[in-house]
């Protein structure tokens, strides 16, 4: 396959056998590949190519310490939104100058924590951030990097749920307002403005909001280069869909090259933030099939995983390709697959054509991403375990949750 995006071939290839690896260690299951993680953060890097830039990789797609210390290693940045993200990425050996913070409410204790490991910059979204954070840093005696995200809004095409450079999305400054803002940030004794950010949603298939994007903001850096602030950084945010059926999104070298282009002169150095892009084809889950039921006119394959497990089918009707692990005999037919959970919107997929029989295997791809880290305990269910295959070996990168810790913490009244 010629796009980067290699579809978890690793995972399904020589080395490591799926079905073993579900033997050794149980179902459900969520497993990565280190290869494929990797080639994807250098396809990406590479896409960019020479010009000044700096891949923050947005740790909400996957942040398993395993996964962030992969790409750690690898010299990546990372794109966070709480406190407990940063936490992860320094526990992962990411370095704390290459993390850029995002998110529309940074509370006064996570920019304490920020401030205080040196990141490279906040993306702030408000002019009530940007005070409370000009308040933060003064009491600290230093200054906030700051770049401030902006609203263009533009419409990204994608699920409403995950779009987010709209009007009438929380995300971001509005344009009409940001030389007002960026005026009133330089002239804060405690902020030093670095850049301009944004991101418009995820799961973007077309090349020209990216575009219409970019197109803006750069007409605002020009407007401010003659206010006379000059900005160093333009931050493109995250977004590039990946193939999860025959889906064709711009490769990263279109996408790159698309955007360098635009920048023209402009002494700009490029932040990008992609989470799915290096994450969502590195995965599977993988869900044993406990029964075969049949309605009148419904076929249901249920399976040990579920909605708490992988939310993406039930919170955006997400298609996900599903795959037995093995071939089967049985006869192929339609089926839907549902989990265990007491709610009609658990399943991980409609009206799927399949051959299986009680005790298959059955992967779902593409999970890389927002797999896991969408996970909860609904119903009571331990969250499962992650393996990372590296070459010919698996590893358990987090052990399957033990039931006595679902209610760590509880406490009985007197
Ligand atoms: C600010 C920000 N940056 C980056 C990302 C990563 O997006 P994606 O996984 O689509 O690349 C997101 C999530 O949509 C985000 O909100
Ligand atoms: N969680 C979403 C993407 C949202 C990205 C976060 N801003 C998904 O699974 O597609």
Redesign the pocket.
Known sequence: MDHFIYQDQNLFAESCSVAEIAQQHGTPVYIYSRATLERHWRAFDDAVGTHPHLICY?V??NSNLAVLNVLARLGSGF?IVSGGELARVIEAGGDPKKVVF?GVGKTVEEMQQALELGIYCFNVESSAELEQLNLVAQSLNTKAPVSLRINPDVDAGTHPY?S?GLKENKFGIAMEEAEQVFVRAAALSHIDVKGVDC?IG??LTELKPFLDAMDRLLGLVDRLTALGIELSHLDV????GVPYDNETPPAPQVYAAALVERLGERKLTLIF?????IAANAGIFVTQVLYLKENSNKRFAIVDGAMNDLLRPALYSAWQKIIPVQQSDAATQAFDIVGPVCETGDFLGKDRQLAVVAGDLLAIRSCG?YGFAMSSNYNSRPRVAEIMVDGSQAFVVREREKRQQLWQGEQLLP
């Not at 945010?237 to 590039?240: D, E, I, T, V």
């Open positions: 947005a909400k797609a794109d995002s995950i987010t991101h995820s799961q945010g995250g977004g590039l933030e992609p989470g799915r892009a991403a």
